[in-house]
């Protein structure tokens, strides 16, 4: 498996299987960073978004809809999206760094904590899950 660095990025695909990225993480960004490419878009989101996801799946102890949306359009309910930017999170909103990019949490996030061996995702064309698996 990769490293997670920039020179050795995970390469991910989004649960539906219609797209490829990578993500790397880069501790000496302020904050701390996960950066996510998606072909020439750059997103950003907090580092601890991996441990604090991990553990939000746990404390839910069931499937979880993804509910990925860009920023401007509302995140399900109840979905990994809406608690990505929900002010009761542990970073107090958004864990998309770059104003415009803050969205689509719930796209790439879980795809990285399943290639970790930290949770598993359904795999469908629509309406994907994810729950949390015990840390390895």
């Known amino acids: 498996m ?3 660095t920039k020179a050795d990025p995970w390469e991910l695909v989004t649960a539906p299987g219609s797209s490829e990225y990578t993500m790397y993480r880069d501790p000496d960004a302020d904050p701390p960073a996960l950066v996510c490419q998606v072909g020439s878009t750059t997103l950003n989101y907090h580092l ?3 441990d604090d996801l991990h553990s939000w799946l746990l ?3 069931d499937w979880v809809p993804l509910g990925a949306a860009d920023e401007s359009k509302p995140a399900p309910e109840d979905s990994v999206e809406a ?7 542990p970073v ?3 864990y998309g760094l770059r104003k415009g990019y803050r969205g689509r949490f719930g796209m790439y996030l879980p795809p990285l904590l399943e290639a970790l061996g930290l949770a ?8 994907n899950t994810v729950r949390a698996l015990p840390k390895p």
């Open 83 to 89: 608690w990505g930017r929900d002010p009761a999170n």
């Open 48 to 50: 601890q978004a991996i």
């Open 120 to 127: 598993e995702l359904t795999h469908e064309k629509r309406n």
């Open 2 to 4: 990769a490293e997670g």
């Open 59 to 61: 404390e839910q102890a």
């Open 92 to 94: 107090g909103g958004w």
